[in-house]
């Protein structure tokens, strides 16, 4: 029997100017959002506290944590393209949140390949930078993030 496991793309595999969808989106529940607030010390009221939120302008609700709505930005991809062939995340060169989420929203990612090379120091190795634009369930940006990740080459004779 043929044994498919499901993995992310290996460098050579990774295109520039490509438009990875990535499915099924995410919706964002009021536990997932004030469980990661708590877990990460993020006490803001907008976040976690529902008589506070509605009180402020101009949402009248909480708002779903910007560093949650990055996190899933980021493993939405990762099945996709990245799954067992990153070997670290280098860091992120833009991060932008241009409208909110709240709690029921979903969100659906899209990642578009910027630039890619081969590592100089790091033979079998590549630097791919992505730029992830996440979009609730109305096309509505809700996020843009530009990450910078190291990604493995093939390993010689495999297919």
Known sequence: MKRV???GLWFEELETGVLYEHRPGRTMTETDNVLFSTLTMNNQG???????SDAQEPFHERLVNSLF???????????????GTTVANLGFEEVKFPAPLFHGDTVYVESVVLKKRESKSRPGQGVVTFRHVARNQHGTIVGIAVRHAMIRMRPAGQA
């Open 46 to 52: 907008l976040h976690i506290d529902k008589a506070y």
């Open 5 to 7: 496991v499901q993995s």
């Open 69 to 83: 709505t990055l996190g899933t930005m980021v493993g939405l991809a990762v099945a996709h393209l990245t799954q």
